[in-house]
């Protein structure tokens, strides 16, 4: 079946540094783009980074351009979010989202928490 498998997080000092993996199987992984998200309690979901089916465009949230950098390997049918410079306001659960170029086909998963604090 169909699996997106977020893992990375964790609690982090500001200012530091963590890398999120989303391991996806049962579909074409590189038939699909894919999208960082995140929750946190009281806010609502907020795209973090896109990147194309083919990883040759990226798009940010402002809030974190500059910071984070979206990549995938299509080899391992895993995208990765890497974090740096992280801020208080960064804690949320991130999610990972895969689109189908074309299709109406959507996968969500499940999340992984990330928490900075001092």
């Known amino acids: 079946q169909v699996r997106l498998v977020e893992s990375g997080g964790g609690l982090v000092r500001p200012g530091g540094s963590l890398r999120l993996s989303c391991v996806t199987s049962?579909?074409?992984?590189?038939?699909?783009?894919m999208t960082w998200y995140r929750q946190a309690p009281g806010k609502e979901r907020e795209l973090v980074a896109s990147?194309?089916?083919?990883?040759?465009?990226?798009n940010y949230a402002d809030s974190v351009k500059g910071r984070f950098t979206i990549f995938r390997d299509n080899t391992k049918n895993t995208v990765f979010l890497q974090m740096n410079g992280l801020r208080p306001e960064d804690t949320a659960v991130y999610l990972c989202?895969?689109?189908?170029?074309?299709?109406?086909?959507?996968?969500w998963g499940r999340g992984t928490q990330v928490t900075v604090s001092s």
């Open positions: 049962g579909f074409t992984f590189s038939m699909y783009g």
């Open positions: 989202y895969a689109e189908h170029k074309t299709s109406r086909y959507r996968y």
């Open positions: 990147i194309t089916y083919r990883g040759d465009d990226r």
